[in-house]
């Protein structure tokens, strides 16, 4: 490692990964399996882990969203797992964070739409993946052509076949994902601040979703009302043959500032309404 002026040595994230396959090799020749993925994360699928889809999520702007989303990515990543960044949000601010300008860098079905895409352009998701400056992380950019597949995908539900779930939103995203799940441990999408296709196509390809919740009374409002809306929607998505299971649903309690009276008072309601699923 490289070593400072006073005898500090520094790792980098390749490195530390690099040591943790070493020890995780070093107990698998000792016949000790239970303590090698101690040191290496990586799912199993011959165990029945399956790959991760966490979607986070609110209808409202603002909430957290997207900073929620790079820290649990980065997090995962720091601690060993193979994780892959969605950037759902037209806006883009999640690519831009890690160092994707979407008007410079990006030329052109260059985003989860051009994975989903219902013409002849469909690309493999795999030659969408960009690497970013975190190692064990990579990312999926998005610009202002994702919003080509709210306008698109009405057409194609209206001229499909009957039976042919390749032309539903909700199918396409989850074959995309699926495409490449043996290259990751978890996948998390940032969703846009509305309940459009996009949003959906998360939600009914999430294994877990986190929804984002500001502790002011106006955003938790805004939030029952997206609840509200997301389970009528996703009841007609289930009709049509769309499959919703999730592993786990966490509400993450974001911009909190714990000396603010009337913050700590929402946060006590929504603890009292949610319980240990409040984070």
């Known amino acids: 490692p490289q070593i400072g002026s006073a005898g500090r040595r520094y790792y980098t994230l390749s490195d530390i990964d690099a040591l ?6 070093q107990a698998l020749a000792k016949g000790n ?17 399956h790959l991760q889809v966490i979607s986070v999520t609110n209808f409202k702007g603002g909430s957290g969203k997207t900073t929620s989303s790079v820290h649990l990515a980065q997090y995962l990543a720091m601690t060993g797992h193979r994780v ?9 601010s999640l690519s831009a964070l890690f160092g994707y300008q979407p008007e410079l860098d990006l030329v052109g079905n260059d985003t ?11 690309r493999p998701l795999k030659d969408v993946i960009r690497r970013t400056y975190f190692h064990g992380l990579d990312l999926v950019p998005g610009n202002l052509e994702l919003q080509e597949f709210e306008h698109t995908t009405p057409r194609a539900l209206s001229t499909r076949a009957e039976g042919d779930l390749s032309g539903l939103f909700f199918a396409r995203v989850q074959a995309a994902l699926q495409s490449v799940a043996d290259d990751y441990d978890v996948i998390v999408l940032d969703c846009p601040p509305q309940l459009g296709y996009l949003t959906l196509s998360a939600l ?5 979703l986190i929804i984002t919740a500001h502790p002011q009374m106006l955003d938790v ?11 009528d929607l996703l009841s007609v998505v289930r009709e049509a043959g769309g499959r919703l299971d999730y592993d786990f649903i966490r509400y993450l309690v974001t911009r909190y500032e714990p000396q603010d009276g009337p913050q700590t ?13 409040v984070l």
């Open 20 to 25: 943790r396959r070493f020890l995780a090799d």
């Open 84 to 92: 892959l960044a969605v950037d759902l949000d037209p806006q883009a």
């Open 221 to 231: 409002m805004s939030m029952c009302q997206f609840l509200i809306m997301t389970s």
């Open 204 to 208: 009914c390809a999430a294994t877990g």
């Open 112 to 122: 989860l739409y051009g994975a989903i895409r219902y013409d002849s352009d469909v």
């Open 265 to 277: 008072k929402v946060v006590a309601l929504l603890r009292n309404l949610f319980g240990d699923h």
């Open 33 to 49: 399996e239970t303590k090698a993925r101690s040191y290496v994360k990586w799912r199993d699928p011959k165990r029945g882990e």
